[in-house]
């Protein structure tokens, strides 16, 4: 090389350069030389006894000596190459490049290099000028990648205004030119946070973008990487590759090639656009969760887990997606595994995918789904973010499809209700409770559940939570505050546990147990909630208990009556119709005139002509995982929101509250007289006939029925 240089002398050296150049070369080689002679003498001094430890300390010496050198050379050449980059000449720029790539291999002479600005300049400018062949460009390019390995060398690689050259450079018809630009830029995307912003400017995302579909894999794995350095915790980013089409290429890849480390990246990159809203349906459109599929059985863990936290954030958007049979089976044997993190999304994916879909529901029953939820919420422990999804995916199944009822005898019959019951306890947190409370009140709509959730102590354990949440209410009430606990409202407790027992005490050794707790009174008080949802169960329960004339005598004593006169004029058309019924049957020792004013009451409220309203029916929206985060704190779930309770500041859905003229507790109010000569003589003998009371029960017992999953987000379908 210095040969080389020496014939080009006349045109840009010295004299000066010409001989520290020289000097530099020779002590290199001279110390060489001595090194080797070292190494001969000491191998031939070694003893047979000391000859490994010898060589060894040889070795280490070696290495030290090797660096200080490389290093020393570095200081004396660096100047002089900074000259020569800057030459218009094409053989001493090659020369030049040679030798400036040969000392940037070496980790002793490449951080010297990188404190030159001036020397990483002249790299940059050469590597973008266009007045040089293409193998000038790639050698330059080449040392620059070198450069980029330290942190010194990708700052000065940004301040020299490098990056939009090596973004320009991802266009080359030249391979190995697009290796060295892509593999910089891969570098500054990992170690140099700011070069983010200037690769975006620059139009880094499209062009990382357009070469997913490269013939060379390994450039389309560097592709992907970068564009998921770039997209993470970043929205803006997504949003550009959804513009540049980016989801459908990442799923094609997924699809088409069998490359590990592609696969991987391009699980890691599907996995940060699963959580953008705008790139989720574009993904599914595209095929994702099919393409994803495909690869449930792979050998490499690490790029399954990558696909399931994906499925998991996409699966919201994939309910209605047929044919997903196969997809289901493969969830329910991935239950079975021994790894905590393929549980949780197998578990959370499963629970979306049973939201409303009715076909799923089934197929996941036929397919010993139940069985196998059952078996992961047993062996999950405190792992709420196995438990809660699970559960959820069980309330699902159990829940207004063919096979509901068989999936309600099922989870008796693989011993879930003890296992259920047991998740009411601490630690559990309140998602999960809220979730099994769900769960009980679907499987309570099976008379043959009431007798196992008795004796597991279901019915103790619901009042007591119950109670619980009306402490926690009463005490935020006083401080001002709102009872929202872990994401969830307390009153969606007090409906959830309310909602149970009112299924519950349709079986008369239940009915008992709450009588005997004397929790009538407790009962009576929810009427003044002013959450329709809540009002429903109360009274609904207030039916079941009124069967008893005991449970009846004291709801009377504790002023049940005001309230639910009251509620007679509700919109909710089963809040009116329960009120009727139980006062039906408060009314059963009263005197004759006082039972045809409230017949009067429960024809308005049976027959009336105007439009009844009810609460919509609307599904939550759960939010979805950081970018990727394997880690998921205390829950799968990342925030939670419901969709029944309405009260001030956390109403879903318009109509879910309304102010109602408050009564207070013991008042009594009389039934309106002035009714009785509105309805004929005709209409008041029919409403005296005990055959209309029986059918206002029948109502309330069809409305409570099927108002399930009307707009109480304690037990319908639920996105996770």
Request: one cysteine or more; glycine letters at 6%; aromatic letters at 4%.
């Amino acid at each position: 090389c210095l040969n080389a240089l020496e014939r080009q002398r006349p045109l840009f050296w010295g004299d000066g350069a010409r001989a520290r150049m020289a000097e530099a070369v020779r002590t290199r080689t001279g110390t060489s030389d001595k090194n080797r002679g070292k190494s001969q003498t000491r191998s031939h001094g070694a003893g047979a006894g000391g000859g490994a430890e010898s060589m060894s300390t040889f070795g280490h010496s070696r290495d030290a000596t090797g660096s200080q050198d490389d290093s020393d050379l570095a200081v004396r050449m660096v100047p002089e190459l900074t000259q020569l980059l800057a030459s218009t000449n094409s053989s001493t720029l090659s020369q030049a490049l040679d030798m400036a790539r040969k000392l940037s291999r070496t980790d002793a002479s490449r951080p010297i290099m990188c404190d030159s600005p001036v020397l990483v300049a002249n790299l940059m400018k050469l590597a973008g000028s266009s007045d040089v062949d293409v193998e000038l460009v790639t050698k330059s390019l080449a040392v620059v990648y070198n450069v980029s390995k330290e942190d010194q060398g990708l700052v000065h690689i940004r301040q020299c205004h490098g990056i939009q050259t090596l973004v320009r450079h991802l266009s080359s018809n030249t391979e190995m030119l697009m290796f060295h630009a892509i593999s910089t830029l891969h570098n500054l995307l990992q170690n140099l946070e700011p070069s983010k912003a200037d690769i975006r400017l620059a139009g880094g995302v499209q062009r990382f973008v357009s070469l997913l579909h490269h013939a060379n894999v390994k450039l389309v794995c560097m592709a992907v990487d970068c564009l998921y350095l770039i997209c993470y915790s970043h929205p803006e980013s997504k949003l550009l590759v959804l513009s540049a089409n980016g989801p459908v290429e990442v799923v094609r890849i997924l699809r088409m090639h069998t490359y590990e480390k592609l696969l991987w990246a391009g699980s890691r990159l599907a996995k940060v656009l699963s959580v953008c809203p705008s790139n989720k349906p574009a993904l599914v459109d595209a095929g994702a969760m099919q393409a994803f599929a495909i690869h449930l059985q792979h050998k490499s863990q690490r790029f399954v887990q990558n696909l399931l936290w994906a499925m998991r954030n996409l699966s919201d958007q994939a309910t209605n997606l047929p044919g997903m049979g196969d997809l289901l089976k493969s969830l329910i044997d991935l239950l079975a595994s021994e790894d905590a993190t393929t549980v949780t999304c197998a578990a959370g994916v499963l629970s979306n995918l049973t939201c409303n879909n009715e076909q799923n529901k089934v197929t996941v029953c036929r397919e010993g789904g139940i069985e196998a939820l059952i078996r992961t919420c047993a062996q999950a422990g405190d792992h709420d973010d196995i438990t809660e999804p699970a559960v959820c995916a069980l309330r699902h199944l159990t829940n207004r499809h063919l096979e509901a009822e068989v999936a309600q005898n099922a989870v008796r019959h693989h011993h879930g209700i003890r296992v259920l019951v047991r998740l009411l306890d601490p630690p559990s947190k309140w998602p999960l409770i809220k979730a099994v409370l769900g769960l009980l009140r679907n499987l309570a709509l099976c008379p043959a559940n009431h007798t196992a959730v008795r004796e597991c102590g279901g019915v103790h354990r619901l009042v007591e939570l119950l109670i619980a949440a009306r402490k926690d209410i009463d005490a935020c009430n006083a401080r001002g505050t709102s009872a929202f606990v872990d994401g969830v409202h307390m009153e969606e407790i007090v409906e959830g546990t309310t909602g149970a027992l009112h299924i519950l005490a349709r079986d008369v050794q239940n009915r008992t147990i709450l009588q005997n707790l004397q929790c009538v009174p407790i009962f009576v008080q929810l009427l003044y909630f002013d959450v329709e949802n809540i009002q429903r169960v109360a009274a609904g329960l207030m039916y079941e208990l009124s069967q008893s004339r005991e449970s009846a005598m004291v709801m009377e004593k504790a002023g049940a009556t005001a309230p639910l006169t009251e509620l007679l004029h509700s919109r909710n058309e089963a809040v009116a119709t329960y009120s009727a019924a139980v006062l039906f049957k408060l009314s059963e020792d009263k005197p004759s005139d006082y039972k045809k004013r409230l017949s009067v009451e429960l024809s308005n409220s049976l027959f009336r002509t105007e439009a009844h309203w009810s609460a919509p029916s609307d599904v939550a929206n759960f939010a979805d995982l950081g970018d990727g985060m394997s880690s998921v704190g205390g829950s799968v779930i990342s925030s939670r929101a419901g969709t029944s309770i309405a009260s001030s500041g956390y109403g879903y859905g318009s109509g879910m509250r309304r102010p109602q003229k408050r009564v207070q507790a013991h008042q009594q109010v009389p039934i309106a007289e002035s009714t009785l000569e509105e309805i004929s003589p005709d209409m008041l003998e029919l409403l005296d006939d005990p055959a209309l009371v029986e059918a206002a029960m029948l109502q309330a017992s069809r409305l409570g029925t099927e108002s399930e999953g009307m707009g109480s987000s304690t037990w319908q379908d639920t996105d996770l």
